[in-house]
């Protein structure tokens, strides 16, 4: 997608946020539109939002967790991985491969993780 199209998709998605926050499709898809866009902070902020009106959603969790690992919060990217998983996050291939999670790769508490989980490669 072009980032033209991209910041209009950002500015319409903040003002339907405005609206009324605590639509939780629009938090998810204002989330990911930050983060793509660069916006780790701006989409942190989301995922903790989304985290919050959803406690037991193991995908906000293991969202959350990529944006911490992005910012290079490493303990606590693994604690909400970690979370995601007690709450029924399975998709351990894609978190091999997930881009939003390089900064942990070789993190022992990450590391550690997937022993536990034995995914490890």
Known sequence: MKERDLEFEVAFFRDVYERGKSD???????G???????????????????????????????????????KSRKKDAVASIRRAIELGYRD????????????????????????ELEILD
């Open 92 to 115: 351990f291939s894609w978190m091999n491969e997930d881009p939003d999670l390089e900064n942990i790769r070789n993190y022992n508490g990450y590391l550690n993780l997937l022993n």
């Open 24 to 30: 939780i499709r629009v938090i998810e898809t204002l």
């Open 32 to 70: 990911h539109l930050y983060t793509t866009t660069g916006r780790i902070t701006e989409g942190l902020r989301m995922d903790r939002r989304l985290v919050k009106l959803q406690p037991d959603n193991p995908l906000a969790h293991y969202n959350l967790g990529c944006s911490l690992a992005l």
